[in-house]
């Protein structure tokens, strides 16, 4: 594999690459280099490279629900905490920025279903020349261009995540309202701020059981992910 060959000089760039897509769809001894290649540049804190590998978007983001639901099902999860942030915490880019700007060369103007989700604000560029003879010119017009759309992309996008947080906390508090109505009526006769101030702590709680119940079910993840690992590399 040519990225083992040139591993020394993969590190004197500093350079940590990442594999994402459907592992177990990549045949074994494939995927055991695959990691070596990964596990060898981990510790590198340049630049990061993601190669999407056997890999579409529609398979990540199909990928994060059905991890969801086992979550859910193995109670690990209860359904309120599934939220758009959870399935971006699944994704295999979870630890990585969104991008900033999408190129596509070769005079080709269409996503061809890689990082879509992750696309969303980003600005996109279509370059009709190929990809090998992209020269520093084409860059340079590219961001000259986006720097002049960052600010309008920057304030679309700070609105978007106003609008998902306040949509998340409506759900949350429809969600303890339907509990509260199930439970025993021991709030009536009491004034309405005690009742507020009961509201206003359950959803505090319900925050903080949230957050341990996330971390258990990312951690347990990835102790999955770490398990198929090794067992790929047995077939070295």
């Given at each position: 594999m040519l990225l083992l060959l040139t591993r020394d000089a993969v590190r004197r760039v500093n350079m940590r690459i990442k594999i994402l897509g459907d592992?177990?769809?990549?045949?074994?001894?494939?995927r055991a280099a695959m990691i070596r290649v990964m596990r060898n540049t981990a510790d590198n804190d340049g630049i990061t490279v993601n190669v999407c590998f056997s890999y579409t978007s529609r398979w990540e983001i199909a990928h994060s629900i059905q991890l969801m639901a086992r979550g859910v099902s193995e109670g690990r999860l209860q359904l309120c905490d599934v939220s758009e942030d959870l399935m971006e915490m699944s994704f295999e880019t979870a630890h990585e920025p969104d991008p900033d700007i999408l190129i596509r060369t070769s005079g080709e103007v269409r996503l061809s279903d890689f990082l879509t989700w992750q696309s969303s604000f980003a600005a996109p560029f279509w370059l009709s020349t190929l990809w090998p003879a992209v020269q520093l010119t084409d860059i340079l017009a590219v961001l000259l261009t986006y720097q002049q759309q960052v600010d309008a992309l920057q304030k679309q996008k700070a609105v978007?995540?106003?609008?998902?947080?306040?949509?998340?906390?409506?759900?949350?508090?429809i969600w303890l309202r339907q509990r509260w109505e199930a439970e025993p009526k021991r709030d009536e006769g009491r004034p309405m701020v005690q009742r507020v101030k009961t509201l206003d702590d359950?959803?505090?709680q319900l925050l903080l059981d949230r957050d341990a119940r996330v971390d258990g079910f990312l951690a347990d993840h990835q102790e999955r992910m770490d398990v198929m690992f090794e067992d790929s590399l047995s077939y070295e």
């Open positions: 592992w177990s769809a990549i045949p074994a001894r494939v978007a995540i106003e609008q998902k947080q306040m949509a998340q906390q409506h759900a949350d508090v359950r959803l505090a």
